[in-house]
């Protein structure tokens, strides 16, 4: 059962009136700023804005509109020397399903089915309930605005075939849980500018017990009790606030914290409130004149682990990753009209255990780099078929050397 959490509602109470505050300041001058937004501004789209930014599909006068995506690829990696051989894989296919029930109120859902159908997830199921452009409600199975990529991680807008290993593994990926918010959005000339604040379920005590033996938040993601009720009765505070400007690009700050273990059983105390907190950074913007579109996004992880673990399960995680995309034909090809070849590069880095051995003061290592350098022929905007090589080093907690992975992948993406 949820207990009522007044600090992170005031949080969220406080973050709201600032950024009220801030844009009403800068707007003083247009005496319309509470009654719409410039019409000029609705083709900014931003990173949390992915899940209504989708091809969907709505027959006659149906109420519904429907659609999704598929990912399927193969891949042949090899680690110092040894490999398996070849695999193919379908590592997901998702559904979703959108309705208009009334004015100002819609609902949207997202089910996604991994590896082949063997797992079945609810990624996103909420109703929104809109008030203002400035004020607006969300509930249901949300989608936590921590990142860029949480949100926008649709296969089809990728020129990489794997998901970026920070986002994966730091930040949970498609990390979502049942909850309620608000958000809003003010957009003017050039500029657009968004907020999103959420209570929802949130981590438990397996991000420290797990069959990782670290620090590894994406463990929480494998309990299915988090849509039914919290672990330990304290919300999961996430915030985050973007900006976008048409010639520029999008920046976008976030923050999502909370208490994650079990500190109460019973009414009787059981041990101390522990926290972690994740803090992070986005960033797109695309080149002129080359249309060079970069890419990027690093996290910080801060989790309060208790003193009787060992070093190996790390009290500070940070990574990010970098992506450029260069088109390099851009013209009709097999008979598509506006098709694209476009060049990729991938830089990518996080680091699980950020510090010093306490009996040496040596650095703890654990951590992972890589390099993806691809191509990609996209026929259209919504279909791409790629080809990536991925590079990877990974140490060891005591940083010897290296394991070294290398591999070729191949597959496509599509909406449908």
């Known amino acids: 059962m949820y207990t009522y959490n007044w600090h992170s509602m005031k949080r969220i109470i406080l973050f709201s009136l600032t950024s009220f505050l801030s844009i009403h300041a800068l707007a003083q001058t247009d005496s319309s700023l509470f009654n719409r937004i410039p019409a000029d501004t609705s083709d900014l789209k931003l990173n949390m804005e992915a899940a209504y930014n989708r091809p969907f599909l709505q027959t006659g006068k149906l109420p519904v509109a429907i659609g999704g995506y598929v990912e399927a690829n193969s891949s042949y990696f090899g680690t110092d020397g040894v490999s398996e051989g070849p695999s193919f894989q379908i590592p997901r296919m998702t559904i ?64 990489f075939i794997s998901r970026p290993i920070s986002a994966t593994t730091i930040i949970p990926s498609t990390w979502s849980n049942v909850g309620f918010g608000i958000f809003g959005r003010y957009g003017h000339n050039n500029w657009v500018w968004a907020y999103e604040a959420y209570l929802t379920n949130g981590f438990d005590g397996k991000i420290i017990s797990n069959e990782e033996n670290r620090t590894w938040l994406p463990a929480s993601k494998d309990n299915p009790e988090r849509f039914q009720e919290s672990f330990n009765g304290v919300p999961l505070t996430t915030i985050k606030s973007a900006f976008r400007n048409r010639e520029i690009g999008e920046i976008g700050l976030s923050w999502m914290g909370g208490i994650y273990n079990k500190f109460e059983k019973d009414g009787v105390k059981i041990d101390t409130k522990r926290r972690v907190d994740v803090f992070a950074i986005d960033l797109n913007t695309t080149i002129p004149g080359s249309n060079t579109y970069c890419n990027g996004e690093w996290v910080w992880a801060i989790i309060d682990v208790p003193k009787t673990y060992s070093q190996q399960f790390g009290g500070k995680q940070r990574g990010g990753f970098l992506d450029i995309v260069q088109p390099v034909v851009q013209q009709e090809m097999f008979g598509w009209e506006k098709s694209t070849i476009n060049l990729a590069f991938r830089l990518e880095y996080s680091d699980y255990n950020v510090g010093t051995f306490k009996e040496t003061g040596g650095n703890i290592s654990d951590d992972i780099y890589a390099i993806v350098p691809g191509i990609s022929f996209r026929p259209s905007q919504q279909t791409v078929i790629r080809a990536n090589y991925r590079y990877l080093w990974e140490h060891d907690l005591l940083g010897n050397p290296p394991a070294l992975t290398a591999g070729f992948q191949f597959g496509f993406s599509t909406y449908f």
Do not use: Y
């Open 96 to 159: 979703f399903l959108s309705s208009s029930i009334k004015k100002g109120i819609k609902f949207l859902s997202e089910v996604e089915l991994e590896e082949g159908g063997k797992e079945i997830a609810i990624e996103f199921a909420s109703m929104d309930i809109e008030f203002h452009p400035l004020f607006n409600l969300r509930g249901g199975v949300v989608m936590n605005p921590i990142g860029a990529f949480n949100q926008n991680h649709d296969g089809p807008k990728w020129e």
